[in-house]
């Protein structure tokens, strides 16, 4: 349960998506109290990035496959079933991850952010994090976008939704396992911030458990945020 006065959100999937979004599993952790630092450097964060690319690198070093991870394979299984080619469209996941192999820095946005993109190296799913003073209403919806499905996104531009896997509140989509939306981003007056893990079902639970257990960790230590409730969602 959510304490305090931080909202809970439901999750919930479009019946009309259903079939095709089978086999998507969603952690997701409500923080309250959170302080975002904007700051290009944070010792915690940093070993955090290092630790995460450092590992990515053993992993998938000396030509071993990345697409046979079983997190980011099934990503991609999940990406071809809604109708998105994962070759032309990477997985965030596994877009930081191919980054890192080829040594180009991360970009450094705040403290939150920086974590998320640290944890997704770390499993190689992709991770979204949003304000939730920003949400509408308290239910997220996930669906795969139909024609003409378009959003703005952090920068302002316009996002295709098309063919893809989203997260909706009553206001419209605010992201999703490509890129989120400048509504709901986390800025340096977020206070709430609720994170969405998009794991497929086909991989372990464990290692679902395992990163939702270290960011908030980890998202306690660096933030000072406190996890008010967490939970799995997963669509059969």
């Known amino acids: 349960m959510a304490e305090g006065n931080m909202r809970m959100m439901n999750l919930r999937v479009d019946p009309a998506s259903q079939a095709k979004l089978k086999g ?7 923080f309250s109290g959170v302080n975002v630092q904007v700051v290009k450097t944070h010792p915690l964060v940093d070993e955090a990035i290092r630790s995460a690319s450092k590992g990515a690198t053993k992993k998938f070093g000396e030509g071993r496959a990345i697409h046979e991870d079983p997190v980011i394979k099934g990503i991609r299984v999940l990406f071809s079933q809604v109708g998105l080619d994962p070759t032309k469209n990477d997985p965030s996941g596994e877009a930081l991850i191919k980054r890192v192999l080829k040594g180009q820095p991360l970009y450094r946005i705040n403290t939150v952010v920086d974590l998320n993109n640290a944890e997704s190296i770390r499993t190689g799913a992709p991770f979204g994090v949003y304000d939730v003073d920003n949400f509408q209403g308290d239910t997220i919806t996930f669906s795969v976008g139909g024609s003409g499905a378009t959003y703005a996104g952090i920068g302002g531009q ?20 490509t890129a989120d939306s400048g509504r709901t981003c986390i800025t340096a007056a977020t206070k709430s911030v609720l994170m969405l893990i998009y794991f497929p079902t086909s991989a372990s639970p464990a290692i679902l458990e395992d990163a939702m257990a270290h960011t908030i960790g980890l998202m306690e230590k660096v933030t000072s945020g406190k996890a008010e409730y967490q939970g799995v969602f997963s669509i059969s």
């Open 24 to 30: 998507l599993t969603m952690g997701y952790i409500g």
């Open 158 to 177: 316009k996002m295709n939704g098309e063919k893809r896997i989203l997260s909706s509140d009553e206001l419209g989509i605010f992201g999703g396992p």
